[in-house]
């Protein structure tokens, strides 16, 4: 699958800067409040983050994020192959799989709901290097951000009978690169502020 990626970066170093290192390597944080430390992994582990031909929800991360001092750079991004790309969007047998892993790997946390997604996925990168290779092979990773109900504008109902019942047409899409060689093609800076 080829696809168009929207990477949001801070605008803090410039055009040439931005032009010559994007797309931006996204790492765990670790934040210390004086009496716990606490290590927030991002969504879909450390990787190289884009919005799925999502240029709205780009500006909204950069206004939000950055405090408006943003840029957005723009990628084709090739994302084939069965080893390549996890697709928790689109492809059920990657969706099956991943649930299995879960309930094999880390059950409690998992039956719990204490689980994070990019928190397991830093555990099998981890076990793909050492006794398990070949567990989570892949150089990208695509799920869809709920975090929100989608607004009425991008939501279409299946059936008149059902209007609880509905898709959404504009989710957000979210696509994490563990690998970027090979699979960014194109990048030009398309914003900054």
Known sequence: MRTI???????????EYIKENAPFLSLKKVKN????????????????????????IAHSWGVKHYQNNYA??????????????????GNRKHMIEMLQLAQKFRPDEF??????????????????????????PYKAIRAVDLSHEPPKESRI???????????????????????KNGIVLDTDI????
């Open 5 to 15: 990626g929207q990477h949001t970066c801070s605008n803090d170093n410039g055009r």
């Open 33 to 56: 409040d004086g009496k716990k430390q606490k290590v927030y992994v991002p969504f879909l582990g450390e990787g190289y983050y884009y919005w799925d031909t999502d240029l709205e």
């Open 111 to 136: 039956k719990s709901g204490k689980l994070t997604l990019g928190v397991f996925i830093q555990i099998l990168k981890k076990l793909n290097r050492t006794d398990f290779k070949g567990i989570f």
């Open 190 to 193: 398309i914003y900054m502020s």
């Open 157 to 179: 109902i299946f059936a008149e009978h059902a209007a609880y019942s509905y898709t959404n047409l504009s989710p957000k899409l979210v696509i994490c690169l563990i690998d």
């Open 72 to 89: 957005i750079v723009e990628s084709a991004l090739e994302l084939t192959g069965e080893k390549v790309f996890c697709d928790l969007v």
